[in-house]
């Protein structure tokens, strides 16, 4: 059967269609995003704002649109941080049901921690052992760590790529006092996040996914050959803190002439860098490995999982 994934973020409004069957792996088909960068439309009341509410409803009809002509059988729609936290969610919400003509899944932090963790589990298999994850969004930073599929510690922080940027970093280029000014206060955010994972065990393997940390994987980091020929990005902390001056140099319009940074993570990008490189330092992790599943695959892959459940013979 075909599946669509909606996933409304707080950067990207971004629909992912694949082919799937019980006990199967899912096979991707389609990805189309639609750039919304929703902090800019919050307002100081925490309400997005009425521009914003079309763009969010425009970018929703159209993914509908798109998974009716890729014949989808079920759309799974889920909205994360920044419909979850905005002063007026209850009433936009309302909106992208009306626009989807079906039920919204609004995503609490921990469980979208939970959705991440799993695929990332199922990338990496096994073998793997304990796993520490970062995954970076426009509106919080999850992190998840754990042996299994379910982790056995998940957060969420209002750490976000694009929150950040608003509170902290609203000139551009940023400023040196600024950059250091959110350097501390994600330190003091991730402080009792960092208490809390400390009594686990050592990762084996620190991983880290988002579209963020993908592009800051492709500006600071290396591939390294992988199982079966599939090719690793490894992200080092000390690169990535090397960099970090650089970017807070640069205007964002010159940014997207830098490996890995599309024009969508220019505004961004110095922020997202400033966040991991605080957590990584937080955490004692010196790299991590970027994974290509994240909350995406991981609502598709919990979503097969009941597929082959119902289907097994009694």
């Known amino acids: 059967m075909r599946l669509g994934v909606l996933d409304i973020g707080s950067n990207t409004v971004h629909l992912l269609v694949a082919d799937v069957r019980p006990g199967g792996r899912p096979l991707a088909t389609t990805s189309r995003r639609t750039v919304l960068r929703l902090m800019r439309y919050l307002a100081p009341d925490g309400s997005i704002t009425d521009d914003g509410v079309a763009a969010l409803v425009a970018a ?25 936290e905005a002063t007026n969610g209850a009433a936009v919400i309302a909106l992208i049901e009306e626009a989807l ?10 469980t979208e921690a939970r959705f991440t963790f799993l695929a990332v589990r199922r990338w990496f298999g096994w073998a793997a052992g304990q796993i520490l994850l970062f995954d970076i969004g426009g509106g919080s930073l999850e992190l998840a760590a754990g042996a299994d599929e379910l982790p056995e510690a998940a957060a969420s922080v209002p750490l976000g790529a694009g929150r950040m940027t ?9 400023g040196e006092a600024d950059v250091e000014r959110l350097r501390e206060h994600a330190r ?3 402080a009792p996040v960092v208490e809390a994972f400390g009594a ?17 994987a492709k500006l600071v980091g290396y591939p390294v050959p992988g199982w079966s020929g599939i090719e690793r990005m490894l992200l080092p902390r000390a690169a990535l803190g090397s960099w970090i001056p650089r970017l807070a140099r640069i205007p964002a319009e010159a940014r997207q002439e830098l490996p890995g940074i599309t024009a969508d993570r220019t505004f961004q990008i110095v922020a997202a860098a400033v966040v991991l490189h605080t957590a990584m330092t937080a955490m004692d992790v010196d790299e991590l490995e970027v994974s290509p599943w994240a909350l995406r695959e991981g609502v598709l892959l919990r979503y097969i999982e009941s597929l082959s459940w119902s289907a097994a013979p009694a």
């Open 60 to 84: 929703v009809s159209e993914a509908r649109q798109v998974a009716a002509a890729e014949n989808v059988t079920e759309l799974l729609a889920t909205a994360t941080s920044a419909v979850r």
């Open 101 to 110: 003509g079906q039920p919204l899944q609004v995503l609490g932090g921990e």
């Open 166 to 174: 608003v509170q902290f970093l609203p000139h551009d280029p940023p």
């Open 188 to 190: 003091a955010t991730l």
């Open 200 to 216: 686990l065990p050592r990762p084996d393997h620190v991983v880290g996914s988002s579209k963020a940390i993908r592009s800051l």
